[in-house]
């Protein structure tokens, strides 16, 4: 009996922001291409500007990093915060495959993981921190 042995090992790494998860896979390929929950990036992530955000560990990098497949299941929060989580992930994946690439990564930001997220409202208070008018009498 034979087993079919798989040629292509991918590297895993999960990113975060906000509420957003995104596991990310990266898999040496000659030819890269982009899936984001099973769709081409370009249909997932509609404006320029969430793009730009998702290939920013590749194309700010100095060095010619080899061409990656990258497939992205993301979920939670809204669209921005999901890119930011992809683009965590896919920082974080692209140390595991390359350890002397932190360097710029951890120097643009990329590696840091956001904390910021939305305070909870308190009893009695309108919102986190905002409270009713206060009157004298």
């Keep these: 009996m034979s087993e079919k042995k798989s040629t292509n090992k991918y590297i895993e790494a999960v990113g975060r922001r906000k509420t ?60 921005h915060s999901q890119a930011e989580a992809v683009r965590h992930g896919l920082a974080r994946a692209l140390v595991l495959s390359d350890s002397g690439l932190r360097v710029g990564l951890k120097h643009l930001g990329y590696l840091k993981r956001d904390p910021r997220a939305k305070e909870r409202r308190k009893f009695g208070l309108k919102k986190a921190r905002k409270a009713p008018q206060w009157s004298k009498r």
Excluded: C, M
Excluded at 43 to 69: C, G, M, N
């Design 20 to 79: 957003s998860t995104a596991r990310v896979r990266i898999v040496s390929a000659s030819k890269s291409h982009f899936l984001v929950n099973g769709r081409e990036v370009k249909e997932y992530f509609k404006t320029e500007s969430l793009r730009q955000i998702i290939h920013d560990p590749i194309s700010k990098l100095e060095k010619s990093v080899a061409k990656w497949s990258v497939e992205v299941w993301v979920q939670g929060g809204g669209v």
